[in-house]
């Protein structure tokens, strides 16, 4: 039975993680976010520009924190409409002028005097990779005009770049880990507390155009480009995570594709 409840919140994790990407990208914003008033709700924005589509999320928190790092929950999300922004490589600035729709819902969504205090960040994954290493400066042109779109509005703009293999494992993992509770919890006495050693889960994230693994091992990781250090809610945990590019839903796809024309399907 408690193998049973443990796989239900688990694979209710990996559906919120759909809803919730990139929850660590905000923690990071809201850890260096400056609180003009103790307690207050502030707000931040963190675009997650996939290889598929690009989805908005908007973030609150309050200005107080646990062990220098924000306790976040998600306020709102809106899909951008079209393809992934690598798919823009015949027109750029339609990638940038896409974002505007959700854009304006963001910003209907938040007090008016705290605009110019919401943080806006775009992290691109592997379709964005894909493209910098097929054409860099069409990547550019397309960050670019994306960089345009978003400094548009009265956000502090925090960048738009292509993130790396290794941060997008490394995301995931906070992600999945945070909504099972295991970084930081909730009591029913209102405080929060670091939950027991051993509720700490890996994550294996098959995206549209790689797929990343990640986890805490029982050793130090011997390989320094799969070593990555964390430090959450006054812990410090130590990752292995790899990012395995081509290897996706999207790319299987295509392959298979290819393979049935081979052969005559």
């Not at 995206?207 to 809610?233: E, M, R």
């Amino acid at each position: 039975m408690g193998n049973q409840v443990k796989a239900i919140l688990l694979g209710a994790a990996m559906v919120a993680i759909a809803c919730t990407t990139i929850i660590a990208l905000i923690l990071s914003l809201a850890n260096h976010q400056t609180v003009n008033q103790l307690y207050s709700t502030q707000y931040g924005i963190v675009l997650d520009a996939g290889s598929s589509h690009t989805a908005l999320f908007l973030y609150q928190w309050l200005g107080n924190k646990e062990n220098n790092t924000g306790i976040v929950s998600q306020k709102q999300n809106c899909v951008v409409e079209g393809d992934g922004i690598s798919s823009y490589v015949q027109n750029p600035p339609a990638a940038g002028e896409s974002h505007k729709k959700c854009l304006d819902v963001a910003k209907a969504a938040i007090p008016q005097g705290q605009w110019k205090a919401t943080p806006i960040y775009l992290g691109a994954t592997a379709g964005m990779r894909l493209l910098s290493l097929q054409n860099q400066s069409l990547a550019d042109n397309i960050l670019e005009e994306v960089s345009k779109a978003l400094k548009s509005y009265p956000f502090d703009f925090q960048g738009a770049k292509i993130i790396s293999g290794m941060e997008e494992g490394a995301f995931g993992w906070i992600t999945i880990n945070y909504l099972l509770e295991s970084l930081v919890k909730h009591t029913f006495e209102g405080f929060w507390i670091h939950p027991k050693a051993g509720k700490i889960v890996g994550a294996l994230d098959l995206g549209g155009a790689s797929t990343q693994i990640s986890f805490t091992p029982n050793d130090k990781v011997k390989d320094p480009d799969s070593a990555f250090s964390l430090q959450l809610y006054g812990y410090t945990y130590e990752l292995y995570t790899h990012s395995y590019l081509c290897y996706s839903m999207d790319q299987a796809l295509k392959k298979l594709q290819v393979d049935l024309h081979k052969v005559g399907f």
